[in-house]
């Protein structure tokens, strides 16, 4: 995928949270956009700690207080990126207001969220047919009540889910060069 508008040696997004519930393909979109930008990669289910792990092998919804801790890892993740030439790209659910402040707020820069919206036929297809370590598919709804939308967010790209992985990336992608010409 080459898009003749931006290039990874000239241009660096800064730093981006591929968010969305469990499913939407955050891991998927991260890692390819991460590649083609040559950004570090931080899959932020890899932050989780060992208690919130065992809560969600368990089938237990984590609360708040179990999601804090975890931002904040995510979030020194992506301030990182400060001291850094290379951008950083992470997947992080993100799923409430809160979180995504809390996240801009320990970036240390601006952030762009890329939103995976898709309906819940859909997500639970997707999360039957994968393997996961620790998300079981009960765990969906939970993930779906919890969500709010990133409604009037002016750093939140909300790309529909129902099409091909490399659709995804190159509507992202256009996005991005779309933010780059109007902040340059």
């Known amino acids: 995928m080459t898009d003749p508008t931006i290039s990874a040696t000239t241009y660096s997004p800064g730093p981006i949270v591929v968010m969305g519930v469990s499913g ?11 590649d ?4 570090l990669f931080v899959e ?14 368990l089938g237990t919804p984590l609360q708040d ?13 992506l301030s ?5 030439p290379r951008s950083v790209v992470v997947s992080c659910s993100a799923l409430r207001r809160a979180y995504r402040d809390r996240l801009r707020e320990l970036a240390g820069q601006p952030l762009t969220f890329i939103f995976l919206q898709g309906d819940r036929t859909l997500l639970a297809a997707r999360m039957a047919e994968r393997r996961h370590e620790y998300m079981p598919l009960s ?21 529909d889910i129902n099409q091909p992985l490399e659709a995804i990336v190159g509507r992202a992608m256009t996005v991005l060069a779309l933010r780059r010409q109007t902040t340059s």
């Open 24 to 34: 939407c393909g955050k891991s998927s979109v991260g890692a390819k956009l991460a």
């Open 36 to 39: 083609y930008f040559e950004a």
């Open 44 to 57: 932020g289910d890899s932050l989780h700690s060992p208690e919130n792990v065992r809560k969600m092998r």
């Open 65 to 77: 207080q179990d999601r804090w801790p975890w931002l904040d890892r995510i979030g020194h993740s």
């Open 80 to 84: 990182a990126g400060v001291q850094s």
């Open 139 to 159: 765990l969906l709804d939970s993930q779906l009540a919890t969500l709010e939308l990133p409604e009037a967010e002016p750093d939140v790209v909300t790309i």
